[in-house]
């Protein structure tokens, strides 16, 4: 699976770029049953009506630096399976992502993936009331974010949400290219994106979202009655770094492929 001309056209323009149908079946299938090892006692795989949210408070984990999983309000995050080398050949490591990630970035210019973030949920809320709905740009260095569902996600199931094209805007929004570093105009930019319509990224199991690390988005509640289920990665560059001690450059896709030029 090759990305095409208009694909990577759609990326440069809007931050993000979805792909039906990629991740191998025989793995996601594996995904969402090792998933039920990090529900709550009271969760059955075979009863939605149990799949309701919030945590309560005697089954919420916090996340510390030898736990790394975490359950809390809607989100489960069951991080610990994401180190196992299966979680890195679904999501990171399938042959068809690694190759449109180095179409991207530059072939042989990837970080080994050590593991993945994990298997992300949102429980459905229910008739609990929804908060709104407001954006953030990530603060851990990375190059190109990836997210992809093991299970179907419909439209306000919680899918990976973006505003198309603010990653144009937020690149120049921090002093260095990579590092969470804001200037003062950053809030100024988020305030006017919270005042425009999001994209909601929902799709079926095996579909993939790519997105630009400068892309403003979130993790939206799900108000469906199945468990929004997800597997996260960040790709970076080998070089980066060297690459985040330096100011947005006037070119914004410089160290990105050719294909950007
Ligand atoms: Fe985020």
Not at 44 to 64: A, C, H, L, M, N
Not at 159 to 187: I, L
Not at 198 to 204: R, S, T
Request: hydrophobic fraction near 30%; include cysteine.
């Amino acid at each position: 699976m090759k990305l095409s001309i208009e694909d990577l056209r759609f990326f440069k323009g809007n931050g993000y770029l979805i792909k039906r149908r990629v991740l191998d079946k025989v793995l996601m299938a594996q995904a969402r049953e090792r998933f039920w090892d990090y529900t709550p006692e009271r969760f059955s795989k075979d009863k939605p009506s149990s799949w309701i949210g919030p945590i309560r408070p005697e089954e919420e984990e916090e996340k510390t630096a030898t736990a790394p999983n975490e359950s809390r309000g809607f989100r489960l995050h069951y991080r610990t399976i994401g180190s196992e080398s299966w979680m890195v050949r679904l999501l990171a490591k399938d042959p068809a992502v690694w190759s449109m990630a180095e179409q991207m970035l530059g072939a042989g210019q990837l970080t080994d993936p050590k593991g993945i973030r994990g298997i992300y949920s949102t429980l459905p809320y229910g008739s609990h009331p929804l908060p709104s709905t407001t954006c953030h740009t990530d603060a851990h260095p990375f190059h190109l974010g990836i997210v992809g569902y093991i299970d179907d996600v419909a439209p306000g199931g919680g899918g990976f949400t973006v505003w198309p094209g603010s990653h144009k805007r937020f690149y120049y929004a921090f002093k260095s290219q990579y590092r969470n570093e804001p200037t003062e105009e950053h809030s100024v930019i988020r305030e006017y994106y919270n005042g425009k319509q999001p994209v909601d990224c929902y799709g079926e199991a095996g579909d993939i979202v790519f997105w630009h690390h400068r892309l403003a988005h979130t993790g939206p509640p799900n108000t469906t009655r199945r468990i929004r289920r997800a597997v996260l990665y960040e790709f970076t560059k080998q070089d980066i770094e060297q690459a985040q001690l330096k100011p947005p450059q006037k070119n914004m896709w410089h160290d990105w492929s050719s294909q950007f030029s």
